[in-house]
C-alpha cells in the first residue's frame, strides 16, 4: 500500500494555471505507473492522465490533451499534474492515483486498475 497526499489546487479563472502534486510514500514508488483522475459534482471519476514507472510513457484524456502535462521525480516521490489553459469545465476534485501493480508495460487507465488514491485537491476554474 502506498500513502499519497495531493496539494495545490485552488481557484483559477479560465485560462489561468495550476500545478498539482502528490507526495507518495509507503512502498517503492518508482515501480508504479501514477495517475491522475478527476470528479466533477454528479459525475463519475473519470481519467485525466497518467505516467509509467519509468517516466517515458504518458497518456491523456483527450478532453486535456495539449494543456495538461503529467511528470514525476522519483527521487522525490512525486508526480505533478500541470494544468494550462484551464477551462470552467475542468472544475473537479482531483485524485491522485497509484496502479495496483508494479512494472506494467503499458498504461492502464480503469478506476479499478489502480489500488491506492488520495484524499483529493478542489480545482475551481471561474468563468
Known amino acids: 500500500q502506498v500513502q499519497l497526499v495531493e496539494s495545490g489546487g485552488g481557484l483559477v479563472q479560465a485560462g489561468g494555471s495550476l500545478r498539482l502534486s502528490c507526495a507518495a510514500s509507503?512502498?517503492?514508488?518508482?515501480?508504479?505507473?501514477m495517475g491522475w483522475f478527476r470528479q466533477a459534482p454528479g459525475k463519475e471519476r473519470e481519467f485525466v492522465a497518467a505516467i509509467m514507472w519509468s517516466g517515458r510513457t504518458t497518456s491523456y484524456a483527450d478532453s486535456v490533451k495539449g494543456r495538461f502535462t503529467i511528470s514525476r521525480d522519483n527521487a522525490k516521490n512525486t508526480v505533478y499534474l500541470q494544468m494550462n489553459s484551464l477551462k470552467p469545465e475542468d472544475t473537479a476534485v482531483y485524485y491522485c492515483a497509484a496502479d495496483n501493480m508494479p512494472y506494467t508495460t503499458t498504461i492502464r487507465k480503469r478506476r479499478g486498475d489502480f489500488g491506492s488514491w488520495g484524499q483529493g485537491t478542489q480545482v475551481t476554474v471561474s468563468s
Open positions: 509507503g512502498r517503492t514508488f518508482s515501480s508504479y505507473t
